[in-house]
């Protein structure tokens, strides 16, 4: 079906993508580590339950951890050899999780979750749910939940737009794996039951629009490239003209978006009987001596990919996930997951490290804000310690998170700093 053009949204930035350096590396096997360990908490919602102890035998592919609870995802073994014990270690962001730490044997004997009697949405939705996906873009919200909305939908958005700078492994899955991705988007669609399909793909990936275009069954919306376009309701808005309402859902539109990496996921499980334990990301930055995109099993040591791909001795910050959105990481002794989609080692060029200075009241922070916010006013608020004000006069509730703000500030103020210790402040009091 011949792409169509996008809507455009008013606001958001354009940066450098930055893709040039990974978009033409093939996906690689990334050799796993001796050890690996492997978080119970790698989605929203409760941590799993392990179900292995010290010195149990696992296969690959094995259930190590099991849901807790409607917001919960199971967790599979990426490799197969001797459980060590389930230890608490870093997170990403510095806090401390539990984690299955597993020896590797190197022989990666695997064990597969059993063959489905049918294709229906109810059993498609349960295959889903048991081997453990949740949205690989970075959100980890379990898939088998989105896919199940209170209000009826009639639409599936796939968020192919990638739009964080750097980052390719979506791009990557689309050309290497194009029919594998492009069932897996139909099986998302039969598990909602629904028959328009809309893939979002920003216009720098013509090859991509190319090969999706020659599906009959899934619209390609061309987008411009802006970020944050890979936001629910920016993307929902460009590919169908609908917005999401203040406060709702894309469901409130008629809409469920999941990306790439999570149809790619759903596939393998459906069509191969393999839960979720590894995926595709994309190492890269200009501190990275041989940026790649590679297949990672979960639990790998971000150190492993350090040494993989090499880091410049200039190298001065790493970052997980993409540079607008993705936490700077204090260690790289801390392990993949579902939703790491990247791993940045960045130069001093490639980062400011500006003292913050006081807001000049410029307001072009809120010139880009996608979300029609005052960050200025988020910022004011939170840092006097007064987050309810910072909730009425800035609208931190509905802030995405996306980082434009902090990126224009003239004054370099750590907005996304001060939005996030906004959101965790009133998140723990409620
Ligand atoms: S306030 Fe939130 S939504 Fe608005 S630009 Fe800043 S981070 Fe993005
Ligand atoms: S961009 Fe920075 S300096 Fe300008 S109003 Fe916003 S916080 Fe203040």
Known sequence: MKARKGKFFAK??????NKEWSKDVPIEVMETPDIVAISVQQHIGKPSIPVVNAGDEVYMGQLIAKEAGYIGANVYSSVSGTVMGVEKRKNINGTLSDYIVIQNDHHYRKVDLEPLADRESATIKARIREAGIVGMGGAGFPTEVKLSPRTPVDTLVINAAECEPYLTCDY?????????????????????????????????????????EKYDDMQVVVLKKAYPMGSEKHLI???????????????????VVQNVATAFAVYEAVECNKPLYERVLTVSGKGCVHPKNLLVKFGTNFSALRENCGAKPEAAMFVSGGPMMGPAMASTDVYTTKTASGFLMLLPEEIDVSEPEPCINCG?????????????????YTQAGEYDLAAKFG??????????????????????QSITLCKQKLSERR
């Open 12 to 17: 958001g930035i354009h940066v450098p993508d």
């Open 172 to 212: 990557r899955l689309m050309i290497e794996r194009t029919e594998e991705v492009a069932a897996g988007i139909r099986l998302l669609a039969k598990a909602l039951a629904v028959d328009k399909v809309m893939v979002g793909i920003e216009a720098n990936k013509p090859q991509a629009i190319a090969l999706f």
């Open 237 to 255: 808005f460009s590919c169908t003209g609908r917005k999401v309402p203040v406060g709702k859902l894309p469901a409130d539109a008629g809409c």
């Open 364 to 380: 072009a922070c809120a010139d880009v804000c996608p979300m029609n916010l005052l960050p200025m006013q988020i910022d004011f």
């Open 395 to 416: 609208g931190v509730a509905n802030c995405i998170s996306c980082g434009c703000c902090a990126y224009v500030c003239p004054a370099k103020r750590a907005l996304t």
